[in-house]
């Protein structure tokens, strides 16, 4: 399917924001979950969905916000799932893609005026098969419904914002570049994760690492959210291995007259820092490096992590099971399980130290594969999950004979 008006078709429908949405006829058959199931609930008062992930035989949920619906929807269609029907109060969109990658669309009108509205606002003129009650008329290769609903992204389109212009994905008077409008809403999606868990930190006061930072996209505009949109008094560091990429941020920081972000040059294993630290961002920080940042922030005391992390070979070297052989006799399995298996272990290692966590899917600027993201908050984990938590790291350990090095840190082994 290609990334332009056939992904247009579904964004008007889904900027709408219906009422449920299910996803069915997998495409990619190592997926965990046979169908998913995504319906709009009243949440604390707000709207919100639910997700209903359905693997063949048990059911999992996951609430997620209303503003997420478009991102969770074309995470999975049509790279996952081949077929995608959305419910309305008044119609039912059908989306299917062939075996080819071509689109095919249809809607569903409940009453002929509705319909005969529908063949209006129709742009190429779609066939009409019939428009009496509760016939199908046929949509495809037009535009299925009017854009009548803005998407709220916290870096509002028309707004110069320094670091998004120097991508290359806002224009030097703030419009979106067409052709990075997917990066656009990723850029958006990391700050999403990062305002739930900031609305309700204690205090104005943040001092920030970013452990592995790279060419620093993500943390200048981490910065620029926080400090320009947000009003927090932010303190924030970046540190890397490369000496010519930190200088080129320093450079940058000044540039844009960061005066309280800063760039270093060290290694994540060993760094120490004499100031508390209130959030550690790491980013794709490779293999064992991801374990020492979250150390590092767990004997810190950070009050919020963030973590997406990169290559996992570790446990991968190690794996073996004479009871589990099926899950490791293939190189492709055993990889990925793998890399399942170190950020379940990272979880729980950061839930045993006290941290509410969670594991949800992030798409980086570079608009790499599905990853990761581990977001741990300090504070409200019982003593028995902790120990529940700490005896499924155990446990785990144990049946595949392995050694994670975050497990041995925080043991002290």
């Given at each position: 399917?290609?990334?332009?008006?056939?992904?247009?078709k579904?964004?008007?429908?889904?900027e709408?924001?219906p009422?449920?949405?299910v996803?069915?006829s997998?495409?990619d058959?190592?997926?965990l979950?046979?169908k998913?199931?995504i319906?709009k609930i009243?949440?604390?008062g707000?709207?919100?969905?639910?997700?209903?992930?359905?693997t063949?035989k048990q059911?999992?949920?996951?609430?997620?916000?209303?503003?997420q619906?478009?991102?969770?929807?074309?995470?999975r269609?049509?790279?996952?799932?081949s077929?995608l029907?959305v419910?309305?109060?008044?119609?039912?969109?059908?989306?299917?893609?062939?075996?080819k990658?071509?689109?095919?669309?249809n809607?569903?009108?409940?009453?002929k005026?509705q319909?005969?509205?529908a063949i209006?606002q129709m742009?190429?003129g779609?066939?009409?098969?019939n428009?009496?009650s509760?016939k199908r008329?046929s949509v495809?290769g037009?535009?299925l419904?009017?854009h009548?609903?803005k998407k709220n992204?916290l870096l509002q389109?028309?707004?110069v914002?320094p670091?998004l212009v120097?991508?290359?994905i806002?224009t030097?008077?703030?419009?979106?570049v067409q052709?990075?409008?997917?990066?656009?809403?990723q850029i958006?999606?990391?700050?999403?994760?990062v305002e739930d868990v900031?609305?309700?930190y204690?205090?104005?006061?943040m001092?920030?690492i970013?452990?592995?930072?790279?060419?620093?996209?993500l943390?200048f505009?981490?910065?620029y959210?926080?400090v320009?949109?947000?009003?927090?008094?932010?303190?924030?560091?970046?540190?890397?291995?490369?000496?010519?990429?930190?200088?080129?941020?320093?450079?940058t920081?000044k540039?844009y007259r960061y005066?309280n972000?800063?760039?270093?040059?060290g290694d994540i294993?060993g760094?120490q820092t004499?100031e508390p630290?209130?959030m550690?961002?790491?980013?794709?920080a490779?293999d064992?490096?991801t374990?020492?940042?979250?150390?590092?922030a767990?004997?810190?005391?950070a009050?919020i992590?963030?973590?997406?992390?990169?290559c996992?070979?570790e446990v991968?070297?190690?794996i073996?099971?004479e009871?589990?052989?099926?899950?490791?006799k293939?190189?492709i399995v055993?990889?990925?399980?793998s890399a399942?298996m170190t950020?379940?272990v990272r979880?729980?290692?950061?839930?045993?130290c006290g941290?509410?966590?969670q594991?949800?899917?992030f798409i980086d600027?570079?608009h790499?594969?599905?990853?990761?993201?581990?977001?741990a908050?300090?504070?409200?984990?019982?003593?028995?999950k902790?120990?529940?938590?700490k005896e499924e790291?155990e446990?785990?350990c144990?049946?595949?004979?392995?050694?994670?090095?975050?497990?041995?840190?925080v043991?002290?082994?």
């Amino acid at each position: 399917m290609s990334d332009t008006l056939e992904q247009k078709k579904i964004t008007d429908v889904l900027e709408n924001f219906p009422e449920r949405l299910v996803l069915s006829s997998l495409r990619d058959k190592a997926y965990l979950y046979k169908k998913t199931v995504i319906q709009k609930i009243n949440l604390k008062g707000r709207e919100a969905y639910q997700m209903e992930c359905f693997t063949d035989k048990q059911v999992f949920h996951e609430n997620v916000e209303i503003e997420q619906l478009i991102q969770m929807v074309f995470e999975r269609f049509p790279s996952v799932y081949s077929q995608l029907n959305v419910f309305g109060e008044e119609k039912q969109w059908d989306f299917k893609v062939t075996k080819k990658g071509k689109l095919l669309s249809n809607v569903h009108i409940k009453n002929k005026k509705q319909a005969d509205s529908a063949i209006v606002q129709m742009a190429s003129g779609g066939e009409n098969e019939n428009t009496s009650s509760g016939k199908r008329i046929s949509v495809e290769g037009s535009v299925l419904m009017p854009h009548n609903r803005k998407k709220n992204y916290l870096l509002q389109e028309g707004t110069v914002v320094p670091p998004l212009v120097d991508l290359g994905i806002f224009t030097k008077d703030g419009k979106v570049v067409q052709r990075m409008y997917d990066k656009y809403k990723q850029i958006n999606r990391f700050l999403e994760l990062v305002e739930d868990v900031v609305k309700d930190y204690p205090g104005k006061n943040m001092h920030i690492i970013d452990f592995g930072c790279g060419k620093s996209y993500l943390t200048f505009i981490l910065y620029y959210y926080l400090v320009e949109l947000k009003g927090y008094e932010v303190h924030m560091t970046g540190l890397d291995l490369k000496e010519d990429v930190i200088r080129k941020c320093n450079e940058t920081a000044k540039k844009y007259r960061y005066e309280n972000l800063h760039f270093e040059l060290g290694d994540i294993n060993g760094y120490q820092t004499t100031e508390p630290v209130d959030m550690v961002v790491t980013l794709h920080a490779c293999d064992t490096a991801t374990d020492y940042a979250l150390y590092n922030a767990i004997t810190w005391n950070a009050g919020i992590i963030l973590s997406v992390p990169c290559c996992q070979h570790e446990v991968n070297a190690q794996i073996k099971s004479e009871n589990l052989s099926l899950l490791t006799k293939y190189g492709i399995v055993k990889e990925r399980m793998s890399a399942l298996m170190t950020d379940a272990v990272r979880a729980n290692v950061l839930e045993y130290c006290g941290y509410r966590t969670q594991l949800l899917e992030f798409i980086d600027i570079a608009h790499s594969p599905k990853n990761i993201l581990i977001r741990a908050v300090k504070g409200n984990v019982s003593k028995a999950k902790r120990e529940k938590a700490k005896e499924e790291i155990e446990r785990l350990c144990r049946e595949f004979g392995i050694r994670q090095t975050l497990a041995e840190l925080v043991s002290g082994e």
